[in-house]
């Protein structure tokens, strides 16, 4: 009884490695149709008697503006272009904040945001943290950070029922997104901690703040950022 048991395990546990690695390498390849996220968002509008919304349209990374792209990393992850997936010391200020009973705050790197995005469920929890940095690893060793940052940029949650730099910038400014400014940029990368609360047209004084100095960073981000 118990070696088929444990036959059943083993063979389980190679079919999720199997499966999983998988589902990375196409990603590589193939854009993300859908995420978790959006349904679950979109399902929450039809409750409240809301019509159906997911506005997204898929822009390759050289179609994305370089402003937008460097305050992403400015805003959200400035060391993405040198860690493996995780920043540790931004993990440790997050640890201790939470430990002292501070206001939640994360210290996801925009790699972790994009495993979360793409291949997990919403929500908290130790389990789901756990395949986020299993998924993390996997982008990191099969994607490139150009791709990973294309993806993030393209499924992040920027709105209500809006997806992605391109819908976005559509929405809110009425242009392609490759013609954001540095402002415009920095704006729509303050709000992303809570999107469908703030408004990058109608920025709060904490939103202007945090956009300032998001513009600060791009400046000194700006002379050494290169992308291939």
């Known amino acids: 009884m118990f070696p088929n048991i444990l036959k059943v ?5 190679l079919y999720f490695f199997a499966i999983t690695i998988l589902w990375v390498l196409i990603y590589r390849f ?3 149709p859908v995420t978790w996220l959006m349904l679950q968002r979109g399902f929450e509008r039809k409750a409240n008697d809301k019509a159906w919304k997911i506005d997204k349209e ?4 050289d179609e994305l503006s370089n402003n937008l792209k460097c305050a992403a990393i400015s ?21 201790l904040k939470n430990k ?15 495993a979360k995005n793409v291949f997990l469920w919403p929500g908290r929890s130790w389990i789901r943290k756990g395949f986020e940095a299993y998924f993390t690893i996997l982008i990191e060793i099969f994607w490139s950070k150009e791709r990973i940052l294309e ?10 029922g809006i ?21 415009q940029a920095a704006l729509l990368i303050a709000v992303l901690p809570n999107p469908r609360k703030w408004n990058p047209t109608h920025p709060t004084p904490y939103i ?13 981000l700006q002379k050494t950022l290169k992308f291939d």
């Open 58 to 61: 898929w822009r390759d990374f």
């Open 100 to 114: 002292e009973g501070k206001p939640m705050r994360g210290g996801s790197t925009i790699s972790q945001q994009t």
């Open 151 to 160: 993806v993030y940029l393209n499924v992040i949650e920027m709105g209500d």
């Open 163 to 183: 997806y992605g730099a391109e819908a976005a910038t559509q929405a809110y400014y009425n242009k392609p997104s490759q013609k954001l400014t540095k402002r």
């Open 75 to 95: 805003g959200e992850d400035a060391g993405f272009m040198n860690h493996w997936g995780f920043d540790a010391n931004a993990i440790q200020k997050a640890y």
């Open 30 to 32: 193939v854009n993300p």
């Open 208 to 220: 202007r703040y945090k956009a300032a100095l998001i513009r600060k960073n791009m400046r000194i």
């Open 9 to 13: 395990v083993k063979r389980a546990i």
